[in-house]
T-cell receptor
Framework: KAGVTQTPRYLIKTRGQQVTLSCSPI?????VSWYQQTPGQGLQFLFE???????NKGNFPGRFSGRQFSNSRSEMNVSTLELGDSALYLC??????????????FGPGTRLLVL | AQSVTQPDIHITVSEGASLELRCNYS??????LFWYVQSPGQGLQLLLK??????LVQGIKGFEAEFKRSQSSFNLRKPSVHWSDAAEYFC????????????FGQGTELSVKP
């Protein structure tokens, strides 16, 4: 089975712009979670989508949003980019919830640099 | 406050030496516990997890971890470290009925001396 894929792998944007990142989960996985990784804050949960519905949301401003399509592919969008949004954005998919013993598989991430 | 703590930011061990990475959690109930490894420029790879049952769990790449309820700990161990184990290691917890949300510790960077 192919793993979790994320596109693009690298992205450079300027402040005020918006960006869309894409994630394709492992085939058959209906849950997709997004995380932001920075040197200062570490790995922080952004949100999770399950069967096209947002099921969980982390403590991030409304500029961060996402969606999931019927084929389980997910996108996240960040509007009005700020310098502090520079980070590695990781997507993960799972067939069963980690909170019920399932495994969450991570993609390679999208590295976003905001200038 | 609910948290996951990895007390060691950076650890250096010699190749062939044993390794123990510490992880403590602070939650009302026993969470589900995971260890992930991240090599530079890569995503996270699951090493092992504790769900229930035997408190000593075996993982990939020769790693094991022991869950100690009394100490709220889930320490990762390896008897003999290889140079290729140099990476960052993250402890994470999941709570029942919290869906696909993992809460991570700050990570421990492992360096291996030849």
């Amino acid at each position: 089975k192919a793993g979790v894929t994320q596109t693009p792998r690298y992205l450079i944007k300027t402040r005020g712009q918006q960006v869309t990142l894409s994630c394709s989960p492992i085939s058959g996985h209906r849950s997709v979670s997004w995380y932001q990784q920075t040197p200062g804050q570490g790995l922080q949960f952004l949100f999770e989508y399950f069967s096209e519905t947002q099921r969980n949301k982390g403590n991030f401003p409304g500029r961060f949003s996402g969606r999931q399509f019927s084929n389980s592919r997910s996108e996240m969008n960040v509007s009005t980019l700020e310098l502090g949004d520079s980070a590695l954005y990781l997507c993960a998919s799972s067939a069963e919830d980690p909170g019920q013993g399932g495994d969450q598989y991570f993609g390679p991430g999208t590295r976003l640099l905001v200038l | 406050a609910q948290s996951v703590t990895q007390p060691d930011i950076h650890i250096t061990v010699s190749e062939g030496a044993s390794l123990e990475l510490r992880c403590n959690y602070s939650y009302g109930a026993t969470p589900y516990l995971f260890w992930y490894v991240q090599s530079p420029g890569q995503g996270l790879q699951l090493l092992l997890k504790y769900f229930s049952g035997d408190t000593l769990v075996q993982g990939i790449k020769g790693f094991e971890a022991e869950f100690k309820r009394s100490q709220s700990s889930f320490n990762l161990r390896k008897p003999s470290v290889h140079w290729s184990d140099a990476a960052e290691y993250f402890c994470a917890v999941a709570l029942y009925n919290q869906g696909g949300k993992l809460i991570f510790g700050q990570g421990t960077e492992l360096s291996v001396k030849p």
